[in-house]
């Protein structure tokens, strides 16, 4: 699996990026496929965050989300380790292009 960035200059105030997961496998059901729809945001402290792709409903006037990507048998701590490592490799992307 790798990890690339999308810069968006253009977006809302806080956005740095987004990202999308590219399964580098030759077999099974994910093999030649990308995951898109992970973005990349500045906290009020500066710390980058990341968002999963999800989805909104709800009646109108009353939009909520959810995520489309939640944690299976790795439990919470699976989710936190792929946005951990998201933010490690945009971090690692930057020390590389200065």
Known sequence: MRI???DRDNGPK???GEAEIYFDIE???LAGLKLVGFSLWR???GD????VPGRSWGDPGER???DLLRAGDGGPDALRKLKTAICDQHRLRGQNAA
């Open 4 to 6: 690339e960035f999308i």
């Open 14 to 16: 806080n956005l740095i």
């Open 27 to 29: 077999d099974g059901l």
């Open 43 to 45: 906290n009020e402290a």
């Open 48 to 51: 980058p965050g990341v968002t």
């Open 64 to 66: 909520k989300f959810f």
